[in-house]
């Protein structure tokens, strides 16, 4: 059974970078049949997604954070990990990591994408305060 | 404000049947495939349907998902108290990436 963990100060300064990990158990970063993300929830609101990152380094952002995101990948640790600077007050929720199923099918009528998230870790809070 | 729409909140009464919607664009839900999230009071999300009407081993057929054009929409039959949560649709934008709605808090009365 896969296992996600969120690791990090749950208190930021505003300015300052935010910086969380995630450790990956009971199946490989790096098996390559999947993307590795970061999923966040202000209090009292819904979902957003920051980004994704795979085995080999491959990432991809939502573009309102791109500016301020980095995710990167230790396959030795089976951990990756989340970079967000210039952090403010908007920046307060509860950062989840999960994993996720990418796949794109090329029908003869059209392409379709399927992303979805089947293993999320129990989540984080990061308050931004000074 | 959300990417994809969804009622905020929805109510029945238990062992009856309600279902969610949620609405896209042709950039997202009309070109993509959907999936669909339970998340209980204090917990992280869980999965409950991919690619549009599929469930992942473990989730009963109480729950089901369907979509149609750029809607998508969420089924659940014979509701128990414990169904109570908040619903989340997802898919794909073509520009945006990943995408959520804006959640759906169901009451089971």
């Known amino acids: 059974q896969v296992q996600l963990q969120e690791s990090g100060p749950g208190l930021v300064k505003p300015s300052q970078t935010l910086s969380l990990t995630c450790t990956v158990s009971?199946?490989?970063?790096?098996?390559?049949?999947?993307?590795w993300s970061w999923i966040r929830q202000p209090p009292g609101k819904g979902l957003e997604w920051i980004g994704y990152i795979y085995y080999s380094g491959s990432t991809y952002y939502n573009p309102s954070l791109k500016s301020r995101v980095t995710i990167s990948v230790d396959t030795s640790k089976n951990q990756f990990s989340l970079k967000l600077s210039s952090v403010t007050a908007a920046d307060t929720a509860v950062y989840y990591c999960?994993?996720?199923?990418?796949?794109?099918?090329?029908?003869?009528?059209?392409?379709?994408?399927?992303?979805?998230?089947?293993?999320w870790g129990q989540g984080t809070l990061v308050t931004v305060s000074s | 404000q959300s990417v994809l729409t969804q009622p905020p909140s929805v109510s029945a009464a238990p062992g009856q049947k309600v279902t969610i919607s949620c609405s896209g664009s042709s950039s997202n839900i009309g070109n993509n495939y959907v999936s669909w999230y339970q998340q209980l009071p204090g917990t992280a999300p869980k999965l409950l349907i991919y690619?549009?009407?599929k469930r992942p081993s473990g989730i009963p057929d109480r729950f089901s998902g369907s979509k149609s054009g750029t809607s998508a929409t969420l089924g659940i039959t014979g509701l128990q108290t414990g169904d109570e949560a908040d619903y989340y649709c997802?898919?794909?934008?073509?520009?945006?990436?990943?995408?959520f709605g804006g959640g759906t808090k169901l009451t089971v009365l």
């Open positions: 690619d549009n009407n």
């Open positions: 009971g199946g490989s970063i790096s098996s390559g049949d999947y993307y």
């Open positions: 997802g898919t794909w934008d073509s520009s945006l990436g990943g995408v």
């Open positions: 999960a994993r996720a199923t990418r796949t794109y099918y090329d029908y003869v009528w059209g392409s379709y994408h399927s992303v979805y998230f089947d293993y």
